[in-house]
């Protein structure tokens, strides 16, 4: 099985990279990376389904507003996300997240902010990726 995704060095905040055949693959990977950094790589459960709709001004702005919801999603309605599938068209996403109540959790990481910074979304040879930076 290829990775889905990685967490690199940085100095004060969490950095990842995702991985995947398809833009959309990447943000379905980037939600599970968003759920390790939550649950300190233990296993979320997928008792809950949720939809929501996010716009970006290009791929960059897209993915941080997507892992905005998702943070958004916890401290606003307690909802840790496990698992994604995301439909992108053009800058818009739509998705239906699947997860949990963050009650049913103890000691799971907060995280502040998503940010811009060392962000990326490309195509490669081998599909896509894309970089992010978390501010915990």
């Known amino acids: 099985m290829e990775k889905k995704f990685e967490f690199l060095e940085h100095t004060a905040d969490i950095k990842f990279r995702v991985f995947g055949k398809t833009l959309e693959e990447v943000f ?7 759920s390790s950094i939550y649950s300190k790589e233990k296993k979320i459960s997928s008792k809950n389904k949720k ?3 996010v716009e970006g001004r290009d791929r960059e702005s897209l993915l941080y507003n ?3 919801e998702l943070i958004f ?10 698992k994604a599938k ?5 800058t818009s996403l739509t998705a239906e997240i699947y997860g949990d109540d963050v ?3 103890t000691n799971l990481d907060q995280i502040k902010s998503s940010t811009y910074h060392e962000m990326y979304v490309k195509k490669t040879k081998k599909g896509w990726e894309a970089q992010a930076v978390v501010d915990v």
């Open 103 to 105: 009650k049913n959790y």
């Open 66 to 68: 997507f892992i905005e």
């Open 51 to 53: 939809k929501i709709s």
């Open 28 to 34: 379905e990977n980037s939600a599970l990376a968003v």
């Open 86 to 90: 995301i439909l992108i068209k053009n």
């Open 73 to 82: 999603l916890v401290d606003s309605e307690n909802f840790v996300v496990s």
